[in-house]
């Protein structure tokens, strides 16, 4: 990697020019980011800078073809979500039913947003779904050539040193969720990258989770739905006592799941402890 230009070289060592490069790299910004995070979980920069680089050579960068969403306003109603943007450091407590799409695209809409989901398939299909709104964002890693170019950028951990142009906000979805933590050494944290990165560029940073870990909380303001919406957004979890049950009669689902299953309208989750 190429990590600085234009330095004065100790006495005694003399500078070659570059001939040649293989692949357009992590950008000046990102590289400082990887170094804080470097020292922050005392690892090697070099570990940070790979996870910061593209899956394939970049020999350049070229304009997308289909060129970068301008800055446009959706409308949503939603209270909470509106003093969400407003803010600068929000924890932003939310059922698992809320629409992730209808969140981020608040943000998408506004202007180039950093995006983290916890599983890259989520990340495509919010991907997906802002792009049915007429927004344009970049999936990382496999679109890293755009994302680099311009654009939103929704990705899983490694997004977190994704190259974006003209930051201007980051969202967390899950940021309770344990993926966003390297399980190798360095054992870094992408929802505390995001947070630093959010810090360095002065721009709203937005923790989103049904169940906020303590570091959330004690990072930011907290926003949450009023008590029916929130329990409304949760599924119902009822037990059934089997041993009450007759053994020849109910079956293998007992009566009680069969007259769920027959009344529901959505999807039902069954556990048999068998």
């Known amino acids: ?43 090697r920069l070099n570990r940070f800078l790979t996870t910061a680089s593209p899956p394939k050579n970049v020999p350049s960068l070229e304009q997308r073809k289909d060129g970068i969403e301008k ?20 924890v932003l407590r939310l059922p698992p039913s809320q629409d992730a799409v209808a969140v981020a695209s608040e943000f998408v809409a506004k202007g180039n947003t950093l995006i983290l989901f916890p599983s890259i398939s989520g990340a495509q299909k919010l991907a997906a779904g802002l792009k049915r709104k007429g927004l344009h964002v970049s999936v990382v890693p496999e679109q890293w050539q755009h994302a680099a170019v311009g654009g939103s950028v929704v990705g899983s951990r490694s997004a977190a040193f994704a190259p974006i142009v003209d930051l201007s906000a980051v969202v967390v979805f ?78 293998l689902l007992s009566q009680k799941l069969t007259s769920i299953l027959r009344d529901e309208t959505g999807p039902v989750v069954c556990i048999l402890n068998r």
């Open 1 to 43: 990697w190429v990590l600085e230009i234009d330095i004065q070289p100790e006495e005694g060592i003399n500078l070659l020019p570059l001939s040649k490069y293989r692949s357009v790299g992590p950008s000046p910004e990102v590289i400082d980011l990887a170094r804080w995070a470097a020292h922050r979980w005392a690892g």
């Open 71 to 90: 800055t446009k306003t959706i409308a949503n109603d939603a209270v909470w979500l509106q003093e969400a943007v407003k803010r600068k450091e929000t």
């Open 174 to 251: 899950d940021e309770h969720d344990a993926s966003y933590q390297e399980e190798r050494a360095p054992t870094w944290n992408a929802r505390d990258v995001v947070v630093e990165r959010a810090k360095r560029k002065d721009v709203p940073c937005v923790l989103v989770s049904a169940i906020p870990t303590l570091e959330a909380i004690s990072w930011g303001h907290q926003i949450k739905l009023s008590r029916k919406e929130e329990r409304d957004g949760w599924p119902i979890v009822e037990i059934i006592d089997r041993r009450v049950d007759d053994p020849i009669r109910s079956g």
